[in-house]
């Protein structure tokens, strides 16, 4: 049996190294890392390469189960992943063991505790920026997207790709802005 590490931070301000020290400690030689949001799979290029090299008798490490998925649909796809490749779960911090019953019934509580924490941060955003509306502090982003720019090249003959260099853009940008007005 081989076990191999996965931690992950959702901000590049935050610190890997308690959870690579803990995964260290459990065992593992391997140990990938990322700084990338655990709501969603995509984008997490540490994880998915951990998922296509682990094999039968392997073991994923991680320190809790919210370093791993942070909605449960995303969780369970995850553990069906492991289950089809015979590689077992385990986290250094929760008594998670997806051989039992009663270990994967914790999992699945532990999944849903953190979807449901993701879904409170969020409604508490919403509603800070909400707040921040109505006293008329938050006027979300600026445009990244200089309008006029756009459009005086366009007069001066360039194309949307030439468009997009120029200005560092997206080429479907340079055509919403030239869309506009």
Not at 41 to 68: Q, Y
Not at 95 to 117: I, N
Request: glycine share 10%; aromatic share 4%.
């Amino acid at each position: 049996m081989i076990a191999y590490g996965y931690a992950r931070v959702s901000t590049i301000d935050q610190d890997l190294t308690i959870q690579q020290r803990a995964l260290r400690s459990s065992g593992c030689r391997v140990i990938r890392a990322e700084k990338a949001s655990g709501s969603r799979r995509d984008g997490r290029t540490e994880l998915a390469l951990l998922l296509d090299f682990l094999n039968a008798g392997d073991t994923l490490v991680v320190t809790r189960i919210d370093r791993l998925a942070r909605s449960l649909k995303d969780l369970q796809d995850i553990v069906h992943e492991l289950k089809a490749k015979g590689v077992a779960l385990r986290a250094t911090e929760q008594p998670v063991d997806t051989g039992t019953a009663a270990g994967k019934a914790f999992l699945d509580m532990l999944g849903v505790f953190a979807e449901f924490e993701t879904n409170l941060r969020r409604e508490r955003q919403l509603e800070g920026i909400a707040a921040a509306k109505a006293r008329g502090v938050y006027r979300g982003r600026k445009p990244s997207i200089d309008v006029t720019e756009v459009k005086r090249l366009k007069e001066f003959g360039l194309g949307p790709t030439a468009i997009a260099r120029k200005l560092g853009i997206g080429r479907a940008s340079v055509y919403r802005a030239l869309e506009v007005g």
